[in-house]
């Protein structure tokens, strides 16, 4: 199968030999941008307030998600790099269905002061334990080594 031609029998490999080209960027965007920023300088998180519904958008945008409301300098706020588990999972198996040796407990994060949520890494010593509700703060970098990415965040931990 050459490159140009479509795949039409999703049951049929494919594949091809030699290079590929593969250029990916992902920019974070002007939000983004500054969120990563600050987090690359401080142990908090930044956060947006919408001035016309109140609603604190984690992670921060520049137009509020419910009504729209262009964000302004103004409404970004700093909050902590911290929040409560509103669910978890155990990962056991690796993306390639191998048994991981240290299972990982994978939650999603109500942050505090914010309507907003994030996924990250919880380390526990009890992965039997239930998670849901604990508060957890973020495990950053040492402050040199950061890089202004989400790497920036090693764990979370309970509080
Ligand atoms: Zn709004």
Redesign the pocket.
């Given at each position: 199968m050459g490159f140009i031609e479509k795949q039409t029998d999703p049951t049929t490999p494919m594949h091809w030999r030699g290079n590929m080209q593969a250029d990916y960027f992902y920019p974070s965007g002007a939000a983004g941008d500054k969120f990563f920023k600050h987090l690359k300088q401080m142990d908090t998180f930044l956060a947006t307030k919408?001035?016309?519904?109140?609603?604190v958008l984690f992670p921060p945008r520049l137009y509020?998600?419910?009504?729209?409301?262009e964000i302004t300098d103004d409404d970004w706020a700093e909050v902590p790099a911290a929040g409560t588990v509103r669910l978890f999972t155990v990962v056991m198996l690796d993306a390639h269905g191998e048994k991981l040796a240290n299972p990982e407990v994978i939650a999603l994060i109500d942050i505090d002061k914010t309507d907003g949520a994030m996924l990250g890494v919880v380390k526990t010593a009890d992965i039997n334990k239930d998670l849901s509700g604990i508060k957890v703060k973020a495990i950053l970098k040492p402050q040199e080594t950061r890089e202004g990415t989400i790497k920036d965040i090693l764990y979370w931990e309970e509080i």
């Open positions: 919408c001035s016309k519904c109140n609603k509020c998600e419910d009504c729209y409301q």
